[in-house]
């Protein structure tokens, strides 16, 4: 099984729907992230939480937000879609050895806004 | 600030050939460095990471990267490349504070999409 699962897959939706991507993990790691992808820009940080009550925003927040409802969910919501949200999101999350972090990425998410 | 630049968004090789991705990176302390993969359709996958204990590291699948603070280089290598090596991959660099404690941030590169031919 994965260690790190998002849900769903692929998601076409419409301008101004709200969406709700889901990631879970089975690791036991506190810190959850949220990336999206896009072609020609490597992966940008939206959304990055180190624990259940700590949640930080990334370089590129606006639109987004999120919950983390327990140790292994972390749930990204686009309050209003827009075209340009259009991306792969991909879920990470991470360990920490002697102040040092390594992160593991789930299978991504395809989202299309029409 | 840290950040990554990967030289040549794509890179293509013949099957047998020496495998070369380049990655350079900025950083203001001892930088933490990681090179990922991303077969078509799948998440990132991780290859190799530096951490300061060696500069030469030994990733899966044959690939190793080469820590140079001198050239701020952290370039991806395999001497023989095969045809499941097709796939995009990504240098990237962890925030890290001058304590040296990751503080949840990676910084990716654009990515280099690598082709091997028959």
């Known amino acids: 099984d994965a260690d790190v699962t998002q849900t769903p897959r692929n998601r076409i939706t419409k301008t101004g729907k709200r969406i709700m991507l889901e990631c879970s993990q089975t690791?036991?790691?506190?810190?959850m992230y949220w990336y999206r992808q896009d072609p020609g820009l490597g992966l940008r940080l939206i959304y990055y939480?180190?624990?259940?009550?700590?949640?930080n925003k990334g370089e590129i927040s606006d639109g987004y937000s999120v919950s983390r409802q327990a140790q292994a969910k972390f749930s990204l919501s686009l309050e209003s879609a827009i075209p340009n949200q259009t991306a792969l999101y991909f879920c990470?999350?991470?360990?920490?050895?002697?102040?040092?972090?390594?992160?593991?990425f789930g299978p991504g998410t395809r989202l299309l806004v029409l | 600030a840290q950040s990554v630049t990967q030289l040549g968004s794509h890179v293509s090789v013949s099957e047998g050939a020496l495998v070369l991705l380049r990655c350079n990176y900025s950083?203001?302390?001892?930088?933490?460095l990681f090179w990922y993969v991303q077969y078509p359709n799948q998440g990132l996958q991780l290859l190799l990471k530096?951490?300061?204990?060696?500069?030469l590291v030994k990733g899966i699948n044959g690939f190793e990267a080469e820590f140079k603070k001198s050239e701020t280089s952290f370039h991806l290598t395999k001497p023989s490349a095969h045809m499941s090596d097709a796939a995009e991959y990504f240098c990237a660099v962890s925030d890290i504070n001058a304590g040296g404690t990751s503080y949840g941030k990676l910084t990716f590169g654009q990515g280099t999409i690598l082709t091997v031919h028959p």
């Open positions: 530096y951490t300061s204990a060696a500069t």
């Open positions: 690791k036991g790691h506190d810190r």
């Open positions: 950083s203001s302390v001892p930088p933490y």
């Open positions: 939480s180190f624990d259940v009550k700590d949640i």
């Open positions: 990470a999350t991470s360990d920490l050895w002697q102040g040092r972090e390594t992160q593991y």
